[in-house]
Nanobody, 118 residues
């Protein structure tokens, strides 16, 4: 009922920047929050950033000061601006949409690969 499509991943040198985009479609009228998570090989999926319907943001400690999440409600889009990238940022980045009504539920995109070379 909800589809999320990420774009903008790729290969970048350490210190460089990328902007990820996530387009949401479907039954999104009751969305609570959107966000970005990432998963590196052999690691748990971890929080990168979230933004609520009220505009409140939250960031994982490892990306604070370097990444910025934003939204464009008119376009049903969420973005992740990534600056000062490090090799440790290499992962598959997943877009997330969280719903609280009628039930708590999370939708996920297919992921986009970000590779940061040293």
């Amino acid at each position: 009922q909800v589809q999320l499509v990420e774009s903008g991943g790729g290969l970048v040198q350490a210190g460089g920047s990328l902007r990820l985009s996530c387009a949401a479609s479907g039954s999104i009228f009751s969305i609570n929050a959107m966000g970005w998570y990432r998963q590196a090989p052999g690691k748990q999926r971890e929080l990168v950033a979230t933004i609520t319907s009220g505009g409140s943001t939250n960031y994982g400690d490892s990306v604070k000061g370097r990444f910025t999440i934003s939204r464009d409600n008119a376009k049903n889009m969420v973005y992740l601006q990534m600056n000062s990238l490090k090799p440790e940022d290499t992962a598959v980045y997943y877009c997330n949409a969280n719903f609280e009504v009628p039930l708590q539920y999370d939708y996920w995109g297919q992921g986009t690969q970000v590779t940061v070379s040293s």
